[in-house]
C-alpha cells in the first residue's frame, strides 16, 4: 500500500499514479536481472523501497514476514511488457522530481528541503530540515565549493558544543519503537524521538569546528536571537544514510561541563532522497555547462 509520505516522495508534481510495493519489488528484480536502469535511477529505487518498507512497518507489518516476501519476489523476463513500463515510470517519476528547482520531500512530521546551488561566494544550504518548534536548521550546506554536515540555531546564550547522536546499525541493526507502541512518552516528549536505539546502540559525532558567524546568519532561520553553529565530519552523512526513515537523530547542546542544556531532533525521513536529488542537480547542472561551452566554442569564429 502507498501511504502518504511514500507518495509525497514520489509523486512531488509528477501526475502519473505510484506504482504499488509488489510492482516495485518486480522491478527491482527484473534490474537486477536485465540491467535496466542507470546506477542513479537503481539507487533511487532503493530509496522508494526503504520509504515502503518503512511504511509497512509502520502499518504494523513484521519485518520477518516483509524480509520473506521481498525475497519471494519472482524475477520477471526481460521483455515483460510491465517490467518495462514500471522502468519507463520510475524513471519518468525521477525525472519530474529532479526538474523541480526546490523540491520539498517530506516525511510523517517534518520534511528535507533540497535547494539549488548557493550563489557564487555565499553560503547556503542545499538539504536543510527545520524544527518547528525551535530556531534550528540542520543540513548540508556548501560554501566557496566545499560542503559540510552543520547545525544552524539562534539562541541569546550560545551553547559550547554540540553533539550529533543517533543508531549505530553495527550495535543495534534495526530501530525500537521507545514508546512500546504508545504505552509510554517518547523519550524528552518528542514525538520524532519514539523509533531510534537503546543507550548502548547509540553512536556520537561531537562537531569538528564552528560556522562563522556571517555563514551563521545565512544558514540559521531569522529571529531576533545572536545565530551561531557547528559543522560535523563527514561521516556523520554515511551514518544518516544507514537510518531508516521512521528514525529520529538527536543534537544535544551542552554546556561546558558537559551536561545536556538542549536537544533538538531531526526525522531521518526521506534525507537519502535529498542527497540524491541534490547530487542529480549538480550532476545536470554540470552537464548544462558543459553544453553552453561547447555551443559557445562552436560559434566562436576565431577558433
Known amino acids: 500500500m502507498i501511504t502518504p509520505a511514500l507518495a509525497a516522495l514520489l509523486l512531488a508534481s509528477t501526475p502519473a499514479p505510484p506504482a504499488d510495493h509488489g510492482a516495485l519489488l518486480r522491478l527491482r528484480a527484473g534490474d537486477a536481472a536485465c540491467a535496466l536502469l542507470t546506477p542513479v535511477e537503481r539507487s533511487f529505487l532503493d530509496v522508494v523501497l526503504a520509504q515502503a518498507r518503512d511504511d509497512a512497518v509502520m502499518a504494523g507489518a513484521n519485518e520477518a514476514m516483509l524480509d520473506r516476501y521481498e525475497q519471494a519476489v519472482p524475477s520477471p523476463a526481460c521483455s515483460d511488457d510491465a517490467l518495462i513500463a514500471s522502468a519507463q515510470a520510475h524513471r519518468a517519476r525521477l525525472d519530474a522530481l529532479a526538474e523541480l528547482t526546490r523540491p520539498l520531500l517530506p516525511g510523517r512530521r517534518q520534511a528535507w528541503d533540497v535547494r539549488p546551488p548557493a550563489p557564487a561566494g555565499r553560503p547556503g544550504w542545499r538539504i536543510a530540515q527545520s524544527p518547528a518548534s525551535q530556531p534550528a536548521a540542520f543540513g548540508l550546506y556548501e560554501a566557496h565549493g566545499a560542503r559540510a554536515p552543520a547545525l544552524a540555531l539562534r539562541a541569546d546564550t550560545p551553547a559550547p558544543h554540540v553533539v550529533l547522536v543517533m543508531r549505530d546499525p553495527a550495535r543495534q541493526p534495526a530501530p525500537v519503537d521507545r514508546t512500546l507502541g504508545g504505552l509510554r512518552p517518547a523519550p524528552g516528549a518528542d514525538p520524532l524521538s519514539a523509533w531510534g536505539a537503546y543507550a548502548g546502540g547509540e553512536q556520537r559525532f561531537m562537531a569538528n569546528a564552528r560556522l562563522a558567524p556571517e555563514t551563521a546568519e545565512h544558514l540559521a532561520p531569522a529571529g531576533g536571537a545572536p545565530a551561531y553553529g557547528f559543522t560535523f565530519p563527514d561521516e556523520a552523512l554515511n551514518a544518516l544514510s544507514a537510518l531508516t526513515p521512521r528514525e529520529g537523530v538527536r543534537i544535544d ?33 554540470a552537464d548544462a555547462r558543459a553544453a553552453a561551452q561547447a555551443l559557445a566554442a562552436a560559434s566562436d569564429p576565431s577558433r
Open 253 to 285: 547542546l551542552l554546556r561546558a561541563d558537559g551536561r545536556v542544556m538542549q536537544s533538538v531532533w531531526i526525522e531521518v525521513g526521506a534525507w537519502r532522497a535529498a542527497l540524491l536529488l541534490a547530487s542529480e542537480a549538480d550532476v545536470r547542472a
